[in-house]
């Protein structure tokens, strides 16, 4: 007998039903909304989704039910940029920015990215997945259910392949869903930086990425995607064009860090590449969003960054949505510039912030998140022969998840059609052994 759950009478059921591909322009307000609505899940899948008054007498009489009354019932987030994957964190740091500092001043006293490298370095392949399991139960508590994870912490190949098996065994190993991405041109590593104690230039590491680490990630098919970090201070436009096309070679998609600190081509190069998306791009100007639009490249914002950076330009989601390019969200979960794991914040800076509307930012984080990741088919709506990937949020409107900020409004969390967090009777926790 198959195992049946359904959800009834949901106040807001949001489907995000609509043409099977990423929504823009006006489709992204667009959410299917049904009110007293029902989803019906058998094993890993919805059946259906409705009205209760029609779903309710599908379901077999021995279902587990969930009386969703006075809720919000929406598809589990799909994190499309983190870095979950590290050791140690960065308090130090975020007090030297409260006290003035920027991001480059730090980065240049010995902070930033290569702090965490160096730390990462020294932990074991065990050490790196123990650490990482509070923060798969913090993502999950928040309502994300799949999310992409990069390396990037190690910038050895040994470093970066350990990296990548730690990802590959939370996806397996705990409920939340990880796709994985290779991130070895995240930084240029103190030993290549030309001191005394250097063991090669800049040129080598680069060379390193290119013939040692793409193919080993490749061949050991441990990533789906390779990115990186494209500032004229760590890999230049032609720099990150040499790596990435290497990448394409192998059988990776493009993912890309882009015009976050200065308009310097990305989103061009991007575009170029045909790359799946390009991430951040606060700096993009006009002729980047048109670049990508002809590309259809997805643009990923990160406003979780800008917040707490403390700076005050944030990417221009407002132009690319009426230039019809399909917006994607992201927490940038990391342990320098946007230690969140709570994609509800996220929803609420960009709506506060950058200009969206919660129905924009919604869809952003869902439906168009899933298929920047190339799951789309599967994952990001309510609607039969998709994944059970369910949220139910203590709130009556969905509108309150973003505006009622800095709070916690996932109740019940459903994975795979498993309910994975379950806050009901009180703030509890996934449970280590529900995590193994």
Known sequence: MSAELLIAHAKQLVTLAGPARPRTGEEMRTLGIIEDGAALVRDVEIIASGPTSEIEPMADARALRIDARNKVVMPGFVDAHTHPVFTGTREDEYEMRSAGLTYQEIAQRGGGILSTVRKTRRATEEELFEMALPRVRWMLEHGTTTIEAKSGYGLTVEDELKILRVIRRLDRETPLELVPTFLGAHEIPDEYRGSPRSIGSREDYIKLVIEEMLPRVASERLAEYADIFCESHV??????????????????????????????????????????????????????????????????????????????????????????????????????????????????????????????AVTAATINAAYSLNRGARLGSLEAGKQADIVIFDAADYRQIPYLFGINHASVVIKSGRIVVDRRAGPHSVTESQIQ
Not at 308 to 327: D, H, K, Q, W
């Open 235 to 360: 890999f230049t436009v032609e720099e990150a064009r040499s790596v990435l096309e290497r990448a394409k070679s192998l059988g990776l998609g493009i993912r890309f860090h882009a015009d976050q600190l200065s308009c310097g081509g990305g989103a061009h190069l991007a575009a170029e590449l045909e790359a799946s998306t390009a991430d951040h791009l606060e700096w993009t100007d006009e002729e980047g969003i048109e670049s990508l639009r002809r590309a259809a490249v997805m643009p990923v914002l990160l406003p979780g960054a800008v917040f707490n950076l403390g700076l005050t330009r944030y990417a221009p989601a407002r132009a690319m949505i009426e230039a019809g390019l399909a917006v994607v969200l992201a927490t940038d979960f990391n342990p320098g510039s946007s230690p969140t794991p709570s994609m509800q914040m996220i929803l609420s800076i960009a709506c506060a912030q950058m200009r969206m509307t919660p129905a924009e």
